[in-house]
Nanobody, 115 residues
């Protein structure tokens, strides 16, 4: 079955960096766009970034443009989110997502930006 497993979250100071990973299995990874979402306490789930099946096209939310970069390795069935210049407002649980007839989500990884 489709599985998405996020990792790489943690506690980081403002201005710091983290790299999230989303390891996938159970589907033809190279055929699907993959997305990163986040959900801060008391808020709805927000789209952070997306990447096309080949990696040739990406998009990101205005709030993270120039700071976050999404990439993928189709040989490893893994998507990454490089997060630089982190701000306290980036604190959230980050989720990996794929749409294959329905939405599939990972369990999420917590990112906390605080001094």
């Amino acid at each position: 079955q489709v599985q998405l497993v996020e990792s790489g979250g943690g506690l980081v100071q403002p201005g710091g960096s983290l790299r999230l990973s989303c390891a996938t299995s159970g589907f033809l990874f190279s055929a699907y766009s993959i997305y990163w979402y986040r959900q801060a306490p008391g808020k709805g789930r927000e789209l952070v970034a997306g990447i096309s099946s080949t990696g040739g096209s990406t998009n990101s939310a205005d709030s993270v443009k120039g700071r976050f970069t999404i990439s993928r390795d189709n040989a490893k069935n893994t998507v990454y989110l490089q997060m630089n210049s982190l701000k306290p407002e980036d604190t959230a649980v980050y989720y990996c997502n794929v749409w294959i007839s329905r939405n599939y989500w990972g369990q999420g990884t917590q990112v906390t930006v605080s001094s």
